[in-house]
């Protein structure tokens, strides 16, 4: 199986649990993805996924002036973000467990 069909499915809960630890612009939020583990993941997907959650109302933005180039547009979950992010954790919870344990042959012995 491949891990980018996996994150397809997943980047969004990634990105609100990324940003549970603290606001980030896109880049950023991109590298501490990869550094978690995620290293396959492409820029147009996070920066899309950003684009997503922030037009759905759980994210915040804000511009900071950077002296090294542009300015940064950073993101930040707000209270929406923060209650869609514990939803899809459970969702996700339950669904790896399920995964163990077929994968696990646990049903069968049910």
């Known amino acids: 199986m491949e891990t980018t069909q996996l994150l397809k499915g997943v980047l969004e809960l990634a990105v609100l649990a990324v ?3 603290g606001d980030g612009y896109g880049y950023d939020i991109l590298r ?7 290293e396959e ?4 997907s996070v920066y ?5 959650l922030f037009q759905a109302g759980l ?7 950077s002296e090294e ?8 979950l707000n209270e929406a973000g923060r209650d869609q992010l ?5 969702v996700w ?9 077929l994968l696990s042959g646990g049903l069968a012995h049910r």
């Open 32 to 38: 501490r993805l990869r550094t978690a583990g995620l």
């Open 86 to 90: 514990a939803r899809s954790a459970k």
């Open 93 to 101: 919870r339950g669904f790896a467990s399920t995964m163990d344990d």
């Open 59 to 65: 994210l915040t933005a804000y511009v900071v002036p």
């Open 41 to 44: 993941v492409g820029d147009a």
């Open 69 to 76: 180039g542009p300015h940064r547009k950073y993101y930040a």
């Open 19 to 21: 940003l549970r630890d």
């Open 48 to 52: 899309g996924t950003l684009r997503r």
